[in-house]
């Protein structure tokens, strides 16, 4: 499938208005703490490589935020790599697909790990407080917050998708890059 460019300039842009929860907590931790464990940085990684930014674009915008934290030689040597690796520029040079919701909802992060599906990992006042950032009304929030009791997280990701775009979802959220691309076919429209 081919997929329009996103530059880093319309990184903050598209992240509020079209990343599914998963990736907007990921994209928030980093903005906040300059810096993302493994788990966190493979999973939003090549999510940001499927929507389409280029390897170029990546470094920069992982290079920005780990500077911060471990400075720019440091992020070189230790970071850079594991990135060009994400887009087959390293290694075996496999080019990496972005991970499914299934492989991300049974992911099992540990302490200080940001990845996994916030539907299944966030506490309830967590996920509402989430959620309520998003733009989901507190009429429909008791609906999202029933699929979560019952471990429908992607059902309950799709209610928060119509709830965002008020727009139906019949194909059901089963990709967080199918949350982007059918957020931008929506907001583009
Ligand atoms: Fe991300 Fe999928 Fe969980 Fe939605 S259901 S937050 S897209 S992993």
């Known amino acids: 499938k081919e997929y329009a460019e996103i530059s880093i300039k319309d ?28 788990g966190g940085r493979m999973q939003l990684g090549l999510f940001l490589k499927g929507v ?17 934290k471990v400075g720019s030689e440091r992020f070189d040597k230790e970071y850079a790599y594991s990135i060009r690796h994400n887009y087959g520029k390293e290694g075996k040079r496999i080019d990496y697909t972005p991970y499914s919701c299934q492989k991300i909802i049974s992911s099992t992060p540990g302490a200080g790990d940001q990845h996994g599906c916030p539907y299944r990992n966030f506490s309830k006042e967590n996920l509402e407080a989430a959620l309520s950032k998003m733009g989901v009304s507190s009429r ?50």
Request: aromatic fraction near 10%; hydrophobic fraction near 40%.
């Open 11 to 38: 990184i903050d842009k598209v992240a509020s208005s079209s990343f599914p929860l998963c990736m907007r907590h990921l994209f928030e931790k980093l903005r906040e703490d300059h810096h993302l464990k493994h």
């Open 52 to 68: 389409g930014l280029n390897l170029d674009d990546a470094l920069a915008f992982w290079k920005a935020e780990f500077s911060q």
């Open 140 to 189: 429909l929030m008791g609906d999202v917050m029933d699929k979560v009791k019952n471990r429908h997280y992607q059902l309950a990701c799709t209610l928060t998708f119509e709830a965002v775009h008020a727009s139906s979802c019949d194909s059901g959220i089963n990709h967080p890059n199918q949350y982007f691309i059918d957020s931008q076919k929506i907001l583009q429209a």
